[in-house]
């Protein structure tokens, strides 16, 4: 199988995992605003539902003003993640194309082997 049929095949597969996901989602969840709630919530609902007189250790240093500015502060997040790992593969990668130099000899590289 050639290495464009892989791929286009991988490709579909992807959709495939994500619209089977949409679709169950939003039958399980109802499809209402609450439907796609985090698991901290929900965690946070059962600890209170579970023993009344539970009291948080910390609160929070920052509350943001609106769920926009949230979602904000966390895609902000998630792409400062994202650029110190691209950075990181990078580096790694670049490394392992560089020869490594020996005391006293002379460096070959791939174009001269």
Do not use: C, K
């Amino acid at each position: 199988m050639s290495r464009r049929a892989v791929n286009g095949l991988l490709i579909l597969a992807i959709v495939a995992v994500f619209g089977v996901a949409l679709v169950l989602g939003t039958e399980r969840g109802g499809g209402g605003p609450d439907s796609f709630a985090g698991s901290d919530s929900q965690a946070m609902e059962l600890v209170e539902s579970t023993n009344p007189s539970y009291a948080a250790w910390f609160e929070p240093l920052f509350r943001p003003e609106s769920s926009q500015v949230e979602s904000g502060l966390f895609a902000l997040q998630a792409g400062l993640g994202g650029i110190a790992l691209g950075y990181l593969v990078g580096r790694l990668h670049e490394r392992r194309r560089r020869p490594v130099q020996v005391a006293g000899e002379p460096v070959e590289t791939a174009e001269q082997a």
